[in-house]
């Protein structure tokens, strides 16, 4: 069962960037999909965007051109940068692993994923 570690999550300005990382138990080379999700009380979950098995990158319209995704598979860890971060990017950020593809023809495609992390905080303040 591979556990998800987040963090660096915290309190920041608006117009201010953030990396969160997340960790895993064990090697997400093989195969892995590994993807960034956020939520907000009250909100449906949403994905922010991933990097996929065969390591292409995804980012949805609201984070494109903020967002940088990275993985280190050597350290087993995966980050998410944002930059120019805003209000509305405040949210519950988590990271999650699935086996196999998560896009199609460029396009997400809502699969399952396997594991989740807890989660980390981000809060921006105006």
């Known amino acids: 069962q591979m556990q998800l570690m987040e963090s660096g999550g915290g309190s920041v300005q608006a117009g201010g960037s953030l990396t969160l990382t997340c960790v895993a138990s064990?090697?997400?080379?093989?195969?892995?999909?590994m993807a960034w999700y956020r939520q907000t009380p009250g909100l449906e979950r949403e994905g922010v965007g991933l990097i996929d098995s065969d390591d292409s990158l995804f980012y949805v319209d609201t984070v494109k051109g903020r967002a940088t995704i990275s993985k280190d598979s050597a350290k087993r860890t995966l980050y998410l940068q944002i930059n120019s971060l805003n209000p509305e990017d405040t949210a519950m950020y988590y990271c999650?692993?699935?086996?196999?593809?998560?896009?199609?023809?460029?396009?997400?495609?809502?699969?399952?994923?396997?594991?989740w992390g807890q989660g980390t905080q981000v809060t921006v303040t105006s």
């Open positions: 064990e090697s997400i080379n093989s195969g892995y999909c």
């Open positions: 999650a692993a699935r086996l196999g593809r998560c896009t199609e023809y460029g396009i997400w495609v809502e699969y399952d994923f396997d594991f």
